[in-house]
């Protein structure tokens, strides 16, 4: 049974920052796209960041580009988000995915979803 699990979220002042942590269990993440996508109250779901198979290109939304970085950790079976001088416009539920069919923009194209983990930036 494929399952993700986020965690690090928290509580943090505007000009923090925080790393969110994505471990994997059921199966191993090196052979396949992983992406983070966000959740505010009374909006959509949507794209933050999404990092291939080989690590090698990621993707990001222009809100956190040069704030945010994505990485991987094979040996772990874990991905991470490192956000850099958090916004209070960041605050939301953060969520890791993985897709079966590489990195991609679209909710849609990702397979299976963690439970999320809240981010909160004060002002």
């Known amino acids: 049974q494929v399952q993700l699990v986020e965690s690090g979220g928290g509580l943090v002042q505007a000009g923090g920052s925080l790393r969110l942590s994505c471990a994997a269990s059921g199966l191993t993440i090196r052979s396949y796209a992983m992406g983070w996508f966000r959740q505010a109250p009374g909006k959509e779901r949507e794209f933050v960041t999404t990092?291939?198979?080989?690590?090698?290109?990621?993707y990001y939304a222009d809100s956190v580009k040069g704030r945010f970085t994505t990485s991987r950790d094979g040996a772990e079976n874990t991905v991470y988000l490192q956000m850099n001088s958090l916004k209070p416009e960041d605050t939301a539920v953060y969520y890791c995915?993985?897709?079966?069919?590489?990195?991609?923009?679209?909710?849609?194209?990702?397979?299976?979803w963690g439970q999320g983990t809240q981010v909160t930036v004060s002002s």
């Open positions: 995915a993985i897709s079966f069919t590489g990195a991609s923009r679209n909710w849609r194209s990702y397979d299976y």
């Open positions: 990092i291939t198979w080989s690590g090698t290109v990621t």
